[in-house]
């Protein structure tokens, strides 16, 4: 492997989604105490699992619960689960097409798909999520976010907000990756080591925009009529 391919394939890492698990306690926690709109639930220097002494899910107020679902449902936050589980099988599916024929790939993915959504239903993720919302947001911060994402405004942000992001880490990635590159070329002078580790593989085909151009005295092609 190039350094060139290594370059691209880690600042395409750099963008993969991280997921984390908690654990959830047996005893709930304290409510917390009531709070100004933007101020987080739990005290200032601690986590949500910090605040509620190490518990992974908090008992929420059955209005503002509803308030929240209702919250995920139009910002689509609802839909988290379920596309944690979507990748989640496709990495694996992925994974294990390359180890199993195909005649046993399907009744193994059909397993791991059953156990895994017994494992981590997605009412549990959603649960949790839920009283993520509660430990950072009060009642009237969810209203207030409520009212937002039911305006014009609110579902536009929610259509467009996916596209620009995914565009943004795409273009950031390219600039990164060009940048990354031309500063190691200008510093192969001083370590001519990354010279060969800069030079693409024999046989590969070049990179879109570095063609040569055509040698002096030769015509270009006649475009096909």
Do not use: C, W
């Not at 009531?34 to 190490?54: D, E, I, L």
């Not at 097409?97 to 997605?122: G, H, I, N, R, Y």
């Amino acid at each position: 492997m190039t350094l060139k391919t290594a370059l691209l394939a880690t600042l395409l890492a750099i963008g993969g989604p991280l997921l984390a698990q908690t654990q959830p306690s047996a005893t709930p926690p304290a409510k917390p105490p009531a709070h100004q709109p933007g101020v987080p639930a739990h005290p200032a220097g601690t986590t949500p699992s910090q605040s509620q002494s190490g518990s992974g899910t908090e008992k929420v107020d059955p209005a503002k619960d509803q308030a929240i679902r209702h919250l995920m449902d139009l910002t689509q936050t609802s839909k988290m689960a379920q596309d944690l589980n979507a990748y989640v099988t496709k990495q694996v599916h992925d994974a294990m097409s390359q180890a199993l024929p195909a005649e046993k790939l399907a009744k193994f993915m059909q397993t791991f798909a059953e156990k895994l959504d017994s494992a981590a239903p997605a009412s549990a993720i959603t649960d949790s999520t839920v009283s993520i919302y509660a430990q950072a947001f009060s009642m009237e911060d969810i209203q207030g976010l409520i009212q937002f994402y039911e305006s014009p405004l609110g579902q536009r942000v929610v259509k467009q907000l996916p596209h620009v992001a995914q565009e943004s880490q795409r273009v950031g990635v390219q600039m990164e990756q060009k940048a990354a590159l031309t500063t190691l070329q200008g510093m192969s002078g001083e370590y001519p080591e990354l010279k060969s580790l800069l030079e693409p593989p024999q046989g590969a085909p070049e990179t879109p925009g570095t063609a040569k151009p055509p040698a002096a005295g030769t015509r270009p092609p006649e475009p096909a009529k």
